[in-house]
């Protein structure tokens, strides 16, 4: 499975971006998605995820509120509708997918078999 991660950029504190998540590669892998993020001099961090299925989501308590997952599994896409930025936000947005627990959200970065490029997002105050 090959993961492309875009949409990020530069926006101001309190507006929104939408980031994507293509999936290629191997016909018919499902997977669970993940979206981590890593600001400069700190840990890759669980940002959201969501099962192959849709039916469960999850979110990191910093985002929780703010941030919504979902997938369109037709188009092979998973995105991450972010709003109410604020310059903590500021990361590399990587997404994820793991191919064994394609029913369940893992947290731990271990768990995801194969991962995208990432995407800037930085948000100005």
């Known amino acids: 499975v090959q993961l492309q991660a875009f949409g990020g950029g530069l926006v101001q504190a309190g507006g929104y971006l939408r980031l994507s998540c293509a999936a290629s590669?191997?016909?018919?892998?499902?997977?669970?998605a993940g979206w981590f993020r890593q600001a400069p001099g700190k840990d890759r961090e669980f940002v959201s995820g969501?099962?192959?299925?849709?039916?469960?989501?999850g979110y990191s308590t910093s985002v929780k509120g703010r941030f919504t997952v979902f997938r369109d599994n037709a188009k092979s896409t998973v995105y991450l509708q972010m709003s109410s930025l604020k310059p903590e936000d500021t990361a590399v947005y990587y997404c994820?997918?793991?191919?064994?627990?394609?029913?369940?959200?893992?947290?731990?970065?271990?768990?995801?078999?194969?991962w995208g490029q990432g995407t800037q997002v930085t948000v100005s105050s």
């Open positions: 590669g191997r016909t018919g892998s499902r997977f669970a």
């Open positions: 994820a997918a793991d191919t064994t627990h394609t029913e369940y959200i893992f947290r731990s970065s271990v768990a995801y078999d194969y």
């Open positions: 969501i099962t192959w299925t849709g039916v469960s989501t």
